[in-house]
């Protein structure tokens, strides 16, 4: 394992083209682990007709079959004995289903090792204590949700003072806590911390109006960050305008485009991608990006298709090659103007017809019967 | 949006017409009953003046398809053409022995479906049988339905009043259970959950009619495969994309032989390959996509489920070994499967209530045993691959005439 543990711990996240040597041997190791402690993985590969000898150089690694998010709903699949599992977490479950991840120490590791790369290079990490408002649940030992735990641990990328909850546990079920935001913003103003904001795009711009609504203005401290969890998570029933949500915020918080802050990932992909000043995404050196077409073919930048992630992150489950349910576009990272060299990608939407009902009975109904059937 | 009276009111207004909903309703009762002939009248207009590129216009906003947002309108069209919803009412109404048929009076239309116009159509069949409608709008449904039925409001305006709008969320009972208090009976559309979610709230003197989710599919024997019949089926899947209750989303062969099934499948796929480059329907980026990408998905689930992909350019069959009624992937993706005559019934039979349409490719010998079994299992349509999805103005739906649902039968004595 130490050609992925010393990828992860590399200081500069954006070079792509130096470790390149290096991400090629961590995959490959990564792919060799998953199918020694796989045996569903095993399977796939060589249903595939795959073989570790396909992938010479880093330009071969879309050879490596991909695994759909869609499949991984249906299935979960563990390369680590359950014993070595921590920090489990399920998806939002936004299409009903939930995708299950955990990590062991290995992962663990690297994740951190990540992280931190991360939080330094965009100055998220900050010794200055700070006041937090978390757009979300409210941890506690019933709640497994990814992007819970996500939240929460970023509260420590600087020293929490004090931490305010939207959805407030209380310890039967959880309520909408927007008095208790409302009354912590007006003591955050006065305390003058930086304060920080998590959570996601739709969440912020709820609140904002909320304080609109009570005729709530503030003036925070300047160095307070606002940090978004963006990409395909945000709502699609109500897209949230950037440019219109950064105006209003720095109305009515006194903190404007340059201090809201996006990233994201995804459960079965769990490297985290901060948006440069221009607000893109750059790839950083722990994964690699390509763009599909519908015979699963790459393509080149600039031509739209599904989005495939690469990453030897995850040792505790298969995770090497993963394909969401986006559709997305790749440009040159000199196209950015933002400085970092690394190619970033932008996500157009979902693929396919979600929202569509029609009269044909859905498969989740006629999978019931299934079940319950003496079939 | 809420429609009242032939006005859109707001959500204040409305609680005030709730209010006064009985006192609506007993006017209107007193009046002279609503003629068929008129709300026919009103429909060929509103079908004929049809501006196209509006609602082209919110069915794109709603993020759906173009090719399948024109597939609506077209079908739209038809439903609201006079041709055929005289005939309809003549089928359905006519004809009664014994009795006069009349509205049951107020219908409440619960209606899911965000795209199809389904909402207007369910208020436009309560009319066609003199009711009075009440609708409640599924949620995010782009505002279709009011846009339809004002039209037809203003192309009859005595229409005005037969037609209620309201925008209550379901999860909203005090509003809901206001609006059933109204009712003769509640028409519901959608699937179990939504069915389930009503059937709690409706008292137990108000009739529920549902109108549910439904699942179609082929059977076909050795001796029925012809190259017409199987490009019937073809033509079945390149039409409708298999988006409709009515469409085939797989193939039962009366085999249990699986070779018979591989056979099969190299047989057909050429044929849907080629009925689908002549008819398919242009699908959107969006679901290409997506299909390429279930279709995948589906190949990896090989390892779990032993099965079999046979893929064209642009279509596919997968081969099940397992004998299960499912969905298909859709857009030219069907499955097949192993399913002897004999085991028809058994394996079934667990879902008889989601049971509509098969296209049967079987020898004229079979046919009267297997059309039997068929009805057993709870199927209510039988047909030639080709005629599937077709729109026999005749023929009842889920195996029920609508607008007989809608009405009652009355009886008099002769006192004189």
Redesign the interface.
Same mark, same amino acid.
């Given at each position: 394992m130490n050609y992925g543990h010393r990828l992860f711990f590399k200081r500069d996240i954006y070079s792509l083209k130096k470790t390149d040597k290096l991400f090629h041997r961590a995959i490959l190791e990564n792919i060799e682990h998953h199918r020694n402690n796989c045996p569903?993985y095993a399977?796939?590969l060589s249903?595939q007709g795959f073989s570790v000898n396909d992938v010479e150089t880093i330009d071969d690694i879309y050879k490596i079959p991909?695994?759909?998010t869609?499949?991984l709903k249906?299935?979960a699949l563990y390369s680590a004995p359950q014993k070595n599992l921590m920090l489990k977490s399920t998806t939002s479950g936004t299409s009903g289903r939930v995708s299950e991840m955990a990590l062991d120490l290995s992962s663990a590791w690297r994740g951190l090792g990540m992280v931190l790369g991360t939080f330094l290079t965009h100055k998220i990490a900050s010794p200055h204590p700070a006041n937090y408002i978390v757009l979300g649940y409210q941890p506690s030992k019933r709640n497994k949700i990814g992007a819970v735990k996500t939240a929460y641990a970023t509260t420590y990328a600087a020293p929490g003072i004090h931490r305010e909850y939207a959805l407030k546990d209380t310890g039967t079920e959880y309520i909408l806590n927007m008095e208790g935001i409302k009354d912590a913003l007006l003591r955050y103003e006065k305390r003058g911390l930086p304060v920080r904001f998590i959570g996601f795009p739709a969440y912020f711009m709820f609140l904002l109006r909320e304080l609109i609504d009570s005729g709530i203005k503030l003036k925070l401290h300047p160095k307070s960050l606002i940090l978004l969890a963006g990409g395909w998570k945000s709502f699609?029933?109500e897209e949230v305008d950037k440019p219109t949500l950064y105006e209003m915020s720095r109305e009515i918080l006194g903190l404007g485009g340059d201090r809201i802050r996006e990233f994201f990932g995804a459960v079965e992909h769990p490297i985290a991608y901060f948006d440069c000043p221009n607000h893109h995404f750059h790839v950083p050196i722990y994964s690699r990006v390509i763009i599909r077409d519908? #015979?699963?073919q790459p393509v080149g930048c600039g031509v739209? @298709?599904?989005l495939n992630l690469i990453t030897p992150m995850m040792t505790s489950m298969p995770f090497a090659s993963v394909?969401t349910?986006d559709?997305a576009v790749m440009h040159p990272g000199e196209k950015c103007g933002c400085g970092i060299s690394s190619p970033y990608f932008e996500v157009l939407?979902?693929?396919?017809?979600a929202?569509?009902?029609?009269?044909?009975? #859905?498969?989740s109904?006629?999978l019931?019967?299934?079940k @319950?059937?003496?079939? | 949006m809420n429609l009242v009276n032939g006005e859109i009111l707001g959500a204040k207004e409305c609680d005030v017409v709730l209010e006064k909903l009985e006192q609506y309703i007993l006017n209107t009762l007193s009046k002279e009953r609503l003629s068929s002939e008129k709300v026919i009248a009103a429909c060929g207009k509103v079908a004929s003046e049809l501006d196209v590129s509006e609602y082209m216009d919110i069915i794109r906003e709603l993020g759906i398809d173009e090719a399948l947002a024109r597939r609506y309108i077209d079908d739209f069209r038809n439903a609201f053409g006079e041709e055929r919803l005289r005939r309809r009412v003549e089928v359905e109404l006519g004809s009664m022995v014994g009795g006069q048929v009349l509205p049951l009076g107020v219908l409440v239309h619960i209606a899911a479906g965000n795209v199809d116009g389904l909402p207007a159509f369910s208020v436009l069949e309560g009319l066609l049988a003199g009711n009075i409608n009440i609708l409640k709008l599924p949620a995010a449904e782009g505002g279709i339905s009011v846009r339809l039925l004002t039209e037809l409001i203003k192309a009859e305006p005595i229409l005005a009043e037969y037609i209620y709008v309201f925008d209550y969320s379901s999860k909203d009972i005090e509003h809901m259970e206001r609006l059933i208090s109204a009712a003769d009976a509640v028409v519901v559309w959608g699937g179990k959950e939504a069915v389930s979610a009503l059937r709690r709230i409706v008292p137990p003197n108000v009739r529920l009619i549902e109108w549910g989710h439904k699942i179609s599919f082929a059977y076909v024997t050795e001796q029925g495969i012809t190259e017409k019949g199987l490009e019937g089926l073809a033509k079945n899947i390149a039409d409708t994309g298999q988006l409709l209750c009515s469409s085939l989303q797989g193939i039962f062969l009366d085999t249990d032989d699986m070779d018979k099934v591989y056979e099969f499948c190299s047989r057909f796929l050429p044929i849907l390959s080629r009925q689908l480059a002549k008819h398919a329907m242009k699908t959107g980026i969006g679901i290409k996509y997506q299909t390429a990408l279930k279709l995948y998905a589906e190949e990896l689930e090989g390892i779990y489920k032993n099965s079999r992909i046979f893929k064209a350019d642009n279509c596919s069959l997968i081969a099940y070994p397992d004998k299960i009624l499912d969905t298909s992937i859709q857009f030219g993706n069907a499955w097949v499967r192993p399913l002897p005559h004999l085991e028809l019934l058994p394996v079934l039979r667990p879902y008889k209530n989601y049971l509509q349409t098969v296209g049967l490719l079987c020898d004229p010998s079979e046919l009267q045993l297997l059309t039997d079994t068929l009805f057993k299992t709870g199927v209510v349509r039988i047909c030639k691959g080709e005629n599937m999805s077709s729109d026999h103005s005749d023929a009842p739906h889920d195996g029920e005439y609508p607008l007989r649902r809608y009405t009652k039968i009355v009886t008099v004595d002769e006192f004189l």
């Amino acid at each position: 394992m130490n050609y992925g543990h010393r990828l992860f711990f590399k200081r500069d996240i954006y070079s792509l083209k130096k470790t390149d040597k290096l991400f090629h041997r961590a995959i490959l190791e990564n792919i060799e682990h998953h199918r020694n402690n796989c045996p569903d993985y095993a399977k796939i590969l060589s249903r595939q007709g795959f073989s570790v000898n396909d992938v010479e150089t880093i330009d071969d690694i879309y050879k490596i079959p991909v695994i759909p998010t869609l499949f991984l709903k249906n299935h979960a699949l563990y390369s680590a004995p359950q014993k070595n599992l921590m920090l489990k977490s399920t998806t939002s479950g936004t299409s009903g289903r939930v995708s299950e991840m955990a990590l062991d120490l290995s992962s663990a590791w690297r994740g951190l090792g990540m992280v931190l790369g991360t939080f330094l290079t965009h100055k998220i990490a900050s010794p200055h204590p700070a006041n937090y408002i978390v757009l979300g649940y409210q941890p506690s030992k019933r709640n497994k949700i990814g992007a819970v735990k996500t939240a929460y641990a970023t509260t420590y990328a600087a020293p929490g003072i004090h931490r305010e909850y939207a959805l407030k546990d209380t310890g039967t079920e959880y309520i909408l806590n927007m008095e208790g935001i409302k009354d912590a913003l007006l003591r955050y103003e006065k305390r003058g911390l930086p304060v920080r904001f998590i959570g996601f795009p739709a969440y912020f711009m709820f609140l904002l109006r909320e304080l609109i609504d009570s005729g709530i203005k503030l003036k925070l401290h300047p160095k307070s960050l606002i940090l978004l969890a963006g990409g395909w998570k945000s709502f699609l029933a109500e897209e949230v305008d950037k440019p219109t949500l950064y105006e209003m915020s720095r109305e009515i918080l006194g903190l404007g485009g340059d201090r809201i802050r996006e990233f994201f990932g995804a459960v079965e992909h769990p490297i985290a991608y901060f948006d440069c000043p221009n607000h893109h995404f750059h790839v950083p050196i722990y994964s690699r990006v390509i763009i599909r077409d519908l #015979n699963m073919q790459p393509v080149g930048c600039g031509v739209p @298709g599904m989005l495939n992630l690469i990453t030897p992150m995850m040792t505790s489950m298969p995770f090497a090659s993963v394909m969401t349910d986006d559709l997305a576009v790749m440009h040159p990272g000199e196209k950015c103007g933002c400085g970092i060299s690394s190619p970033y990608f932008e996500v157009l939407g979902r693929v396919g017809l979600a929202d569509i009902k029609t009269c044909a009975a #859905n498969a989740s109904e006629l999978l019931d019967i299934k079940k @319950g059937g003496a079939l | 949006m809420n429609l009242v009276n032939g006005e859109i009111l707001g959500a204040k207004e409305c609680d005030v017409v709730l209010e006064k909903l009985e006192q609506y309703i007993l006017n209107t009762l007193s009046k002279e009953r609503l003629s068929s002939e008129k709300v026919i009248a009103a429909c060929g207009k509103v079908a004929s003046e049809l501006d196209v590129s509006e609602y082209m216009d919110i069915i794109r906003e709603l993020g759906i398809d173009e090719a399948l947002a024109r597939r609506y309108i077209d079908d739209f069209r038809n439903a609201f053409g006079e041709e055929r919803l005289r005939r309809r009412v003549e089928v359905e109404l006519g004809s009664m022995v014994g009795g006069q048929v009349l509205p049951l009076g107020v219908l409440v239309h619960i209606a899911a479906g965000n795209v199809d116009g389904l909402p207007a159509f369910s208020v436009l069949e309560g009319l066609l049988a003199g009711n009075i409608n009440i609708l409640k709008l599924p949620a995010a449904e782009g505002g279709i339905s009011v846009r339809l039925l004002t039209e037809l409001i203003k192309a009859e305006p005595i229409l005005a009043e037969y037609i209620y709008v309201f925008d209550y969320s379901s999860k909203d009972i005090e509003h809901m259970e206001r609006l059933i208090s109204a009712a003769d009976a509640v028409v519901v559309w959608g699937g179990k959950e939504a069915v389930s979610a009503l059937r709690r709230i409706v008292p137990p003197n108000v009739r529920l009619i549902e109108w549910g989710h439904k699942i179609s599919f082929a059977y076909v024997t050795e001796q029925g495969i012809t190259e017409k019949g199987l490009e019937g089926l073809a033509k079945n899947i390149a039409d409708t994309g298999q988006l409709l209750c009515s469409s085939l989303q797989g193939i039962f062969l009366d085999t249990d032989d699986m070779d018979k099934v591989y056979e099969f499948c190299s047989r057909f796929l050429p044929i849907l390959s080629r009925q689908l480059a002549k008819h398919a329907m242009k699908t959107g980026i969006g679901i290409k996509y997506q299909t390429a990408l279930k279709l995948y998905a589906e190949e990896l689930e090989g390892i779990y489920k032993n099965s079999r992909i046979f893929k064209a350019d642009n279509c596919s069959l997968i081969a099940y070994p397992d004998k299960i009624l499912d969905t298909s992937i859709q857009f030219g993706n069907a499955w097949v499967r192993p399913l002897p005559h004999l085991e028809l019934l058994p394996v079934l039979r667990p879902y008889k209530n989601y049971l509509q349409t098969v296209g049967l490719l079987c020898d004229p010998s079979e046919l009267q045993l297997l059309t039997d079994t068929l009805f057993k299992t709870g199927v209510v349509r039988i047909c030639k691959g080709e005629n599937m999805s077709s729109d026999h103005s005749d023929a009842p739906h889920d195996g029920e005439y609508p607008l007989r649902r809608y009405t009652k039968i009355v009886t008099v004595d002769e006192f004189l």
